[in-house]
């Protein structure tokens, strides 16, 4: 099968392959994103625009201490990068917890958009912050861990996985089956659903509204710094702009999966990134983007609780 | 005793907002990293800027605790500030006066900068903020995507003028029924869609629009622009040196603010017009249904209002005055690139917007003569430059003021979107008018 198609397409094969292996790296971080996204929509109903900055703060925060412990201490990659993703994990997640509580605490209460209103102000702010204190030009590292498994060969084109690619589905795959987890088996997880439920009866019957709101964007921060540094490993390069466009991605993502169902955005992630790889490969690279933003807008106006979510029944 | 207990209280506070700082600086602030002569990054240390942060954060939060802690917190005062009647006829006179005062006491030449960037740009934001106003502050409706009629706008323009030979006379109404038809279309497919997703959505449609000003090469030449499209002219009189032009007819010498005199008024008398349509609108039924759209669209389909009609022209209106300003911008500039037209842009307008207290009138407009007047004045005063070093770029910072003014807009007066029903102002420091809470 394999060789027949060799020889008659010019590896047309091999190239789908590639993307296939491609898209799937690509969305196992649009997954990660897209999860603080559904996480926050599904507990106090807000589109958090300015998750896509949180993530790319969590890049430029890996990348400081990779740098520093590397240049400084002198580590080696490996664990340098280990360490520097557990940082900004950390980090990351303070600067969300902060954020929780000075842009959007208050406005729980307050009208439909006032949250969104405010998160866009945060967005504009954290852009514009990480431009203003590292720089608005490109960061590169030098790549690391960019050995190969060959799985094809002798065709017109090398099918490769490298071992970032194994790194980044696998920590992906993990944190995802230990996030599942915490939501379905652990106390945070039941207030969690119960605050998604009913904030109000959660309170009554003794949940901490507040703490739990907290702990979410705590977590959705830490999964965002574990995709804001596997970003900085696949793609080797960040910039203060870059928060916006994989931000905008992840949560179309998060719709298309139905908003509010982490499984759904994982799928969603996935999807989107295929998606783009393969819309990228076949059809046009210039227009790659224009194929998410599409696939956004379709989703939200045809089916805006996706695949896997439930229907949004608006009381009176 | 209560004294000391108060200040060990407030101390413990501002320990704790220290640590919060010094994690949230860490590395961000305390470092930069910047490319060496090898092209790979170093690590700049930057710890006294890092310490005078931490230093801040301490004292600020130490004041706070000590003269505001313990005491419940005073209810943030509703006063109504309206604003006198003497003053809409008075800014009116200043903004007609305006150019000719500035040509008079600097010159034609020194006044080039006084009557462009801070008369024709701030005015063209000041429409771009009244026509945002119609969709945001009065039907309620969050488009992120305005940014993309004021494209259409400038691209129509640009395109049809070298194409069709037409004036500018003729071709700022077209611009404005496309850019207009535009916010028709992507109205349509969004009109069952709630708030917040609707913004997304328009969010979505406006970077497909820039992506293709990008790259379709063919028609937009992409990143590189439109450019050498017909400029304006004085009824049929080009702003040329030489005995054909406009100079030699009025009998001046020639100068090249003539023009932007002329964009100037064009760009007054349109923004006038755009706020005297909305005045005007807003005691028509269609005005009125906006309002009871943007207060509850349950409540207005439940008492037979067509809101799809309702949205529609909300929509098609704001991206009319959009389209206007697109065509103005391209005049002032003589160039458009997508670069122009980004997401930034169009959260700037938004800005605008939300600061003037949407629904104000006035309060859109100190809003856009703030945010926009004030980055250009911030750029000339050269002692910034010399406390923040050569490279110091205030635009930079204007859209990191512009971020925290629009969160802290939300945080202190959330109801300044919706509520207000007669125009107000909004003022900073506090003394922000507006109704009390309905």
């Given at each position: 099968?394999?060789?027949?198609?060799?020889?008659?397409?010019?590896?047309?094969?091999?190239?789908?392959?590639?993307?296939?292996?491609?898209?799937?790296?690509?969305?196992?971080?649009?997954?990660?994103?897209?999860?603080?996204?559904?996480?926050?929509?599904?507990?106090?109903?807000?589109?958090?625009?300015?998750?896509?900055?949180?993530?790319?703060?969590?890049?430029?925060?890996?990348?400081?201490?990779?740098?520093?412990?590397?240049?400084?201490?002198?580590?080696?990659?490996?664990?340098?990068?280990?360490?520097?993703?557990?940082?900004?994990?950390?980090?990351?997640?303070?600067?969300?917890?902060?954020?929780?509580?000075?842009?959007?605490?208050?406005?729980?209460?307050?009208?439909?958009?006032?949250?969104?209103?405010?998160?866009?102000?945060?967005?504009?702010?954290?852009?514009?912050?990480?431009?203003?204190?590292?720089?608005?030009?490109?960061?590169?590292?030098?790549?690391?861990?960019?050995?190969?498994?060959?799985?094809?060969?002798?065709?017109?084109?090398?099918?490769?996985?490298?071992?970032?690619?194994?790194?980044?589905?696998?920590?992906?795959?993990?944190?995802?089956?230990?996030?599942?987890?915490?939501?379905?088996?652990?106390?945070?997880?039941?207030?969690?659903?119960?605050?998604?439920?009913?904030?109000?009866?959660?309170?009554?019957?003794?949940?901490?509204?507040?703490?739990?709101?907290?702990?979410?964007?705590?977590?959705?921060?830490?999964?965002?710094?574990?995709?804001?540094?596997?970003?900085?490993?696949?793609?080797?390069?960040?910039?203060?702009?870059?928060?916006?466009?994989?931000?905008?991605?992840?949560?179309?993502?998060?719709?298309?999966?139905?908003?509010?169902?982490?499984?759904?955005?994982?799928?969603?992630?996935?999807?989107?990134?295929?998606?783009?790889?393969?819309?990228?490969?076949?059809?046009?690279?210039?227009?790659?983007?224009?194929?998410?933003?599409?696939?956004?807008?379709?989703?939200?106006?045809?089916?805006?609780?996706?695949?896997?979510?439930?229907?949004?029944?608006?009381?009176? | 005793?209560?004294?000391?207990?108060?200040?060990?209280?407030?101390?413990?506070?501002?320990?704790?907002?220290?640590?919060?700082?010094?994690?949230?600086?860490?590395?961000?602030?305390?470092?930069?990293?910047?490319?060496?002569?090898?092209?790979?990054?170093?690590?700049?240390?930057?710890?006294?800027?890092?310490?005078?942060?931490?230093?801040a954060a301490f004292a600020l939060r130490f004041a706070l605790a000590f003269w505001r802690g313990g005491a419940a917190k005073a209810p943030i005062r509703e006063r109504l500030w309206r604003s006198p009647r003497w003053l809409g006829p008075a800014a009116l006179i200043a903004l007609v006066v305006y150019p000719l005062a500035v040509v008079g006491l600097l010159g034609p030449q020194a006044a080039l900068k006084w009557v462009d960037t801070y008369g024709v740009q701030?005015?063209?934001?000041?429409?771009?903020?009244?026509?945002?106003?119609?969709?945001?502050?009065?039907?309620?409706?969050?488009?992120?995507?305005?940014?993309?009629?004021?494209?259409?706008?400038?691209?129509?323009?640009?395109?049809?003028?070298?194409?069709?030979?037409?004036?500018?006379?003729?071709?700022?109404?077209?611009?404005?029924?496309?850019?207009?038809?535009?916010?028709?279309?992507?109205?349509?497919?969004?009109?069952?869609?709630?708030?917040?997703?609707?913004?997304?959505?328009?969010?979505?449609?406006?970077?497909?629009?820039?992506?293709?000003?990008?790259?379709?090469?063919?028609?937009?030449?992409?990143?590189?622009?439109?450019?050498?499209?017909?400029?304006?002219?004085?009824?049929?009189?080009?702003?040329?040196?030489?005995?054909?032009?406009?100079?030699?007819?009025?009998?001046?010498?020639?100068?090249?603010?003539?023009?932007?005199?002329?964009?100037?008024?064009?760009?007054?008398?349109?923004?006038?017009?755009?706020?005297?349509?909305?005045?005007?609108?807003?005691?028509?039924?269609?005005?009125?249904?906006?309002?009871?759209?943007?207060?509850?669209?349950?409540?207005?389909?439940?008492?037979?209002?067509?809101?799809?009609?309702?949205?529609?022209?909300?929509?098609?209106?704001?991206?009319?005055?959009?389209?206007?300003?697109?065509?103005?911008?391209?005049?002032?500039?003589?160039?458009?690139?997508?670069?122009?037209?980004?997401?930034?842009?169009?959260?700037?307008?938004?800005?605008?917007?939300?600061?003037?207290?949407?629904?104000?009138?006035?309060?859109?407009?100190?809003?856009?003569?703030?945010?926009?007047?004030?980055?250009?004045?911030?750029?000339?005063?050269?002692?910034?430059?010399?406390?923040?070093?050569?490279?110091?770029?205030?635009?930079?910072?204007?859209?990191?003021?512009?971020?925290?003014?629009?969160?802290?807009?939300?945080?202190?007066?959330?109801?300044?979107?919706?509520?207000?029903?007669?125009?107000?102002?909004?003022?900073?420091?506090?003394?922000?008018?507006?109704?009390?809470?309905?």
């Open positions: 099968m394999l060789a027949f198609r060799r020889g008659e397409s010019g590896g047309a094969m091999e190239v789908f392959l590639q993307q296939l292996i491609n898209g799937v790296t690509l969305g196992s971080i649009y997954g990660l994103i897209a999860i603080g996204y559904t996480m926050v929509y599904g507990i106090i109903g807000m589109v958090n625009f300015a998750h896509g900055d949180v993530f790319m703060l969590s890049a430029f925060i890996a990348l400081l201490i990779l740098l520093l412990l590397t240049q400084m201490l002198g580590l080696g990659a490996a664990p340098a990068f280990i360490v520097a993703m557990g940082a900004s994990m950390a980090l990351t997640a303070l600067w969300n917890y902060a954020i929780e509580r000075v842009a959007y605490r208050r406005l729980r209460g307050s009208f439909r958009l006032a949250p969104l209103i405010s998160a866009i102000g945060m967005s504009t702010f954290l852009a514009n912050f990480v431009t203003v204190t590292q720089g608005p030009n490109n960061k590169s590292i030098p790549p690391m861990w960019d050995q190969v498994i060959t799985l094809t060969s002798g065709g017109a084109y090398d099918v490769t996985l490298s071992y970032r690619q194994i790194l980044i589905v696998a920590v992906t795959g993990v944190l995802l089956a230990a996030f599942w987890f915490v939501v379905q088996k652990t106390p945070l997880g039941r207030a969690q659903r119960a605050c998604e439920q009913d904030a109000k009866m959660a309170a009554l019957l003794g949940v901490d509204v507040n703490r739990t709101v907290a702990l979410t964007f705590v977590i959705g921060a830490a999964l965002a710094a574990v995709a804001g540094s596997l970003y900085l490993l696949q793609y080797g390069v960040v910039k203060s702009t870059d928060g916006f466009v994989p931000g905008v991605k992840a949560f179309t993502a998060a719709v298309l999966g139905g908003i509010g169902s982490l499984p759904g955005a994982v799928l969603g992630g996935l999807l989107i990134g295929l998606i783009e790889t393969l819309w990228g490969q076949y059809f046009s690279s210039d227009y790659k983007d224009v194929a998410a933003f599409s696939v956004l807008a379709v989703t939200l106006i045809f089916m805006p609780s996706g695949l896997m979510g439930r229907p949004d029944v608006e009381k009176v | 005793m209560a004294r000391l207990e108060k200040i060990s209280s407030a101390l413990r506070e501002a320990a704790l907002a220290t640590l919060i700082v010094a994690g949230l600086g860490f590395p961000i602030i305390a470092y930069r990293a910047e490319p060496d002569f090898n092209n790979a990054l170093a690590l700049l240390g930057r710890w006294p800027l890092f310490f005078q942060f931490c230093l701030i005015l063209i934001y000041v429409l771009l903020g009244w026509g945002l106003n119609i969709t945001v502050g009065l039907a309620g409706l969050l488009d992120l995507g305005y940014a993309a009629f004021y494209a259409v706008g400038a691209y129509a323009y640009a395109l049809l003028a070298p194409a069709t030979g037409l004036g500018f006379w003729a071709l700022l109404p077209v611009c404005g029924l496309l850019a207009a038809f535009w916010g028709f279309c992507i109205g349509f497919p969004i009109l069952r869609l709630r708030g917040d997703y609707l913004a997304i959505v328009t969010l979505a449609f406006a970077e497909i629009v820039r992506i293709v000003l990008t790259n379709w090469d063919v028609v937009t030449h992409g990143e590189a622009g439109l450019f050498g499209f017909p400029g304006l002219n004085f009824f049929g009189l080009p702003f040329i040196p030489g005995p054909r032009g406009f100079a030699a007819h009025a009998g001046l010498p020639f100068a090249g603010v003539h023009k932007l005199i002329f964009l100037y008024y064009l760009v007054l008398i349109l923004a006038l017009a755009a706020n005297l349509v909305s005045l005007r609108l807003r005691r028509l039924p269609l005005g009125r249904a906006w309002e009871a759209l943007r207060e509850d669209e349950i409540a207005c389909r439940a008492l037979g209002l067509d809101t799809a009609n309702i949205k529609l022209t909300a929509f098609a209106l704001g991206a009319f005055f959009a389209g206007v300003a697109g065509c103005l911008f391209a005049l002032r500039q003589g160039f458009v690139s997508p670069s122009a037209f980004t997401f930034s842009e169009s959260a700037l307008i938004l800005a605008i917007v939300v600061l003037g207290g949407g629904g104000s009138q006035l309060g859109v407009a100190v809003a856009a003569v703030f945010l926009v007047g004030a980055s250009e004045a911030l750029r000339e005063i050269t002692f910034l430059k010399s406390v923040f070093g050569e490279g110091f770029d205030p635009a930079q910072y204007r859209m990191l003021l512009v971020g925290l003014a629009m969160v802290a807009m939300m945080n202190l007066r959330p109801r300044g979107l919706v509520s207000t029903r007669e125009p107000t102002i909004k003022l900073p420091a506090g003394k922000i008018a507006a109704e009390t809470a309905s």
